[in-house]
């Protein structure tokens, strides 16, 4: 028996509400970005909506931005995006980062945090690519991946004193100037994120700005 070429491929199922279809169908989408996540991405104090720095983190990058709390459709999105192998969970993230951000500068770049390496071979792919990739497509913005990373250390299991240590020695940025916005599909402490905009800074960069789809206390 010949099967045809849609028979191989698994259905997608809504990653919130498990309707057959897309990762994320357009109606928990939809919940996900009306309700704005309302926290300092560092802290995780509340703050305004679409202010994701609180008045007492004094982070490098100026300006913050999340989808929301890695919980319930983001939390299983992210979870199949980044530990099973779902690739095209890139897309419906990068929309999600869409709907949230405001409308950004022409001239602003968007760049990734790369990710560790032995994820890469783990997974075959770069999720943190993919995802600010397409954003940059979706908003019309240049993409340029200017981070390296030094290191391979992994912040996962880290307490917060051993994330900012390990975070301020992870990257290095070929010449920058001008204003980027960095993103990152989870953040914890933001010290991996603050590391990213103070290695750009280092290199020349006027502002940086940063994004992630979702935002997680230490303790989870
Ligand atoms: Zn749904
Ligand atoms: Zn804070």
Excluded at 7 to 28: D, N
Excluded at 153 to 175: C, D, E, L, P, W
């Amino acid at each position: 028996m010949q099967f045809s070429p849609i028979q191989l491929i698994a259905p997608h199922y809504c990653s919130s509400c498990g309707r057959i279809g897309e990762l994320l169908c357009e109606h928990c989408k939809y919940n996900i970005v009306s309700e704005p996540f309302e926290a300092c991405i560092l802290c995780h104090k509340l703050t305004l909506p679409m202010q994701n720095i609180c008045t007492g983190c004094k982070p490098s990058f100026t300006k913050a931005w999340c989808v929301g709390s890695r919980s319930e459709g983001l939390k299983e999105l992210l979870n199949r995006y980044k530990f099973e192998r779902t690739r095209a969970a890139y897309k419906p993230l990068a929309e999600l980062l869409h709907s949230t951000l405001p409308l950004l500068p022409t001239n602003v770049i968007i760049v990734p945090i790369p990710t560790i390496a032995p994820h890469i071979r783990q997974r075959g792919y770069d999720q943190t690519v993919l995802l600010a990739r397409q954003f940059a497509k979706l908003r019309g913005l240049g993409y340029t991946p200017l981070l390296r990373r030094k290191t391979n250390s992994i912040q996962r299991g880290a307490t917060r004193k051993q994330r900012v240590r390990q975070a301020s020695q992870a990257f290095m940025a070929a010449n920058c100037s001008g204003y980027y916005l960095v993103i990152d599909d989870i953040t914890t402490t933001g010290s991996t994120l603050n590391a990213a905009a103070k290695a750009l800074l280092d290199a020349g960069a006027k502002e940086v700005w940063v994004a992630v789809a979702a935002a997680q206390p230490l303790d989870d």
